[in-house]
């Protein structure tokens, strides 16, 4: 019951919480694609899956100045040598969606935080994975490089369950093309 109530009190502060500096910046309907490195940990590392590449891209609407819904499509591959018990050219591949928060920022930088839940299935190049439920976190910053386009460097966490008690859980690092129509 506390934990309930801990959590009511967070989003009603997120909500009540002064928008970002740059209001006029943040438009209703946004698109971004993203590119960066995935680290895998826990299960994935162990088995001996190592860095590889990661894309995505994101549709956005911002319904308050300071709180956006996402959602996107994601695909995040991981290198894997012989001695891989993972497989070949082992990726997890899926979509998701989640809130975005806008923190008060100065106007050369929109600093942001955002989680989310996914769809996800870890596959190899022999064998496709179911799509399991997951979570991702993350976060970044929005700085513009023209009046609509911003550049947006990221972090991120992202966790679900790839089936037969593994967990495919890794760190994104990256870099997006942020677009406010």
């Known amino acids: 019951m506390r934990t309930n109530g801990l959590a009511a009190l967070l989003a009603t502060l997120f909500l009540l919480a002064p928008a970002a500096a740059d209001l006029e910046a943040q438009r209703s309907i946004a698109g971004e694609g993203r590119v960066g490195v995935t680290f895998p940990t826990g299960d994935l590392s162990d088995a001996g899956a190592e860095a590889g590449l990661g894309i995505g891209a994101e549709l956005m609407m ?10 996107g499509l994601q695909r995040h591959g991981f ?23 806008v923190f008060p ?20 190049d022999d064998v496709s994975g179911d799509r399991n439920l997951g979570f991702e976190l993350g976060t970044g910053f929005d700085m ?38």
């Open 62 to 71: 911002t319904f308050r100045p300071n709180l956006t819904a996402y959602i």
């Open 144 to 181: 513009p490089i023209a009046p609509r386009l911003y550049l947006t460097p990221h972090v991120g966490l992202i966790s679900h369950d790839a089936g037969g008690g593994f967990t495919a859980q890794y760190f994104t690092f990256g870099l997006g093309g942020h677009y406010h129509f």
């Open 79 to 101: 290198s894997c040598d012989s001695d891989c018990d993972v497989g070949n050219s082992p990726r997890s591949t899926g979509f998701g969606g989640g809130l975005k928060f």
């Open 105 to 124: 920022s100065p106007q050369d930088a929109l600093f942001w935080a955002r989680g989310g839940l996914i769809a996800h299935a870890l596959s190899t």
